[in-house]
Each structure stands twice: as structure tokens, then as C-alpha cells.
């Protein structure tokens, strides 16, 4: 997996720090260096200059396909609505599928992939195959919500329907047993 860079072992909170003033986008690399020294005035070494540049040009292509997603999912909702159903769930569970295997050709061209980068790779696969699974058990259990309810709402009616146009208890009995409703 090779050496993590010198921000990857800053502390948490000076990291987040960064990323925080990386999302806002409003300093220059010499701006932010002076901001750490300022925010953190014990940090004993304060991040290079270039390490700080080659940290954001990659947490700018994250935020860029973080961005992607957000407008993809933002167009989602708008074509789909707020109810999340199988067709979003399903969306859902492709991204995370595309995210893993884009990130397992991605290892697989780096030749200096270690032990660590096939784990991290498996335990990505693991989580795009449990989406899958977790979105077909939600949708199962959406079903068998929606089915319970419709009985529910269907014995209510033949409750309060009464003996009304010659409907007897017998029919309504034979109307229990053909829906499953007892």
C-alpha cells in the first residue's frame, strides 16, 4: 500500500482541519499553511507545501466525484421522488458496486499493490455484494409490510361490511380463507 503521506499522519483534528479549509476552497497552499500554524500553534512541523498540494489534488478528485454523486442523486430524487423504493435501493447498490470495482482496477495497475490493498479490496467487494443483499431484503421486507397492511385494510371492510346486500357470514368466511385473512 506504500508509505501514508505526511498528512494522512497528522492528527485527527489538524486533519480534519485541512479538509475542512479544502472544502471551503478559499486559500491558497501558502494561506493554509499560515491557517494550520495559526489554528494548531503546537503542531510541531507543519505540513510542506508540496504535500499539502498532491493531499488536495487528491482530495479534490474525491470531492469532484463526491459533487458527481450528489448531483446525480439530487436528479434521482427529483425523477423519483423522496420515497426511498427499489429503484433508488438498487441505484444505490450499483454505485457502491461501480466505487469497488473502480477501485479494484485501479490497485490491480499499481505494481507496487501489497497484502493490505487486496484485503482493503475484499472488504470493498464484501460491502458491494451486502448492499446488494441488504437492498433485496428491503425490498422483500417493503412487500411484506405493504401485504400485511392491504389484509389489515381488507378485513377492516369485511368487519364493518356487516350482513349489507345479502352478504352472509358464510360469504364473508369464504372471502376470509381465498385472501388469507383469518
Same mark, same amino acid.
Given at each position: 500500500m506504500g508509505q501514508k503521506s505526511s498528512i494522512e499522519r497528522l492528527p485527527d483534528d489538524v486533519r480534519t482541519h485541512i479538509e475542512r479549509r479544502l472544502r471551503e476552497n478559499q486559500l491558497t497552499l501558502d494561506e493554509l499553511i499560515a491557517d494550520l500554524r495559526e489554528?494548531?500553534? +503546537?503542531? %510541531?512541523?507543519?505540513? %510542506? #507545501?508540496?504535500?499539502?498540494?498532491?493531499?488536495?489534488?487528491?482530495?479534490e478528485e474525491v470531492m469532484q466525484t463526491q459533487r458527481a454523486m450528489s448531483t446525480a442523486a %439530487?436528479?434521482?430524487? !427529483?425523477?423519483?421522488?423522496? +420515497?426511498?423504493? +427499489?429503484?433508488?435501493?438498487a441505484l444505490l447498490a450499483q454505485a457502491v458496486t461501480t466505487l469497488a470495482t473502480r477501485a479494484a482496477f485501479d490497485q490491480l495497475g499499481?505494481?507496487? !499493490?501489497?497484502i493490505g490493498d487486496v484485503l482493503d479490496l475484499a472488504k470493498a467487494a464484501k460491502a458491494a455484494q451486502e448492499a446488494r443483499s441488504l437492498n433485496l431484503k428491503e425490498r422483500?421486507?417493503?412487500? *411484506? @409490510?405493504?401485504?400485511?397492511k392491504l389484509l389489515e385494510e381488507q378485513k377492516a *371492510?369485511? +368487519?364493518? @361490511?356487516?350482513? *349489507?346486500?345479502?352478504?352472509?357470514?358464510?360469504?364473508? #368466511?369464504?372471502?376470509?380463507?381465498?385472501?388469507?385473512? @383469518?
Open positions: 489554528a494548531f500553534p +503546537d503542531l %510541531s512541523k507543519a505540513p %510542506s #507545501r508540496s504535500a499539502l498540494g498532491r493531499y488536495r489534488m487528491g482530495f %439530487s436528479a434521482l430524487v !427529483a425523477e423519483l421522488g423522496e +420515497d426511498f423504493d +427499489d429503484k433508488s435501493g499499481n505494481e507496487n !499493490a501489497e422483500q421486507a417493503v412487500a *411484506k @409490510m405493504a401485504r400485511e *371492510k369485511l +368487519d364493518a @361490511m356487516g350482513n *349489507k346486500g345479502g352478504v352472509t357470514e358464510e360469504t364473508k #368466511r369464504a372471502i376470509r380463507e381465498a385472501l388469507g385473512i @383469518m
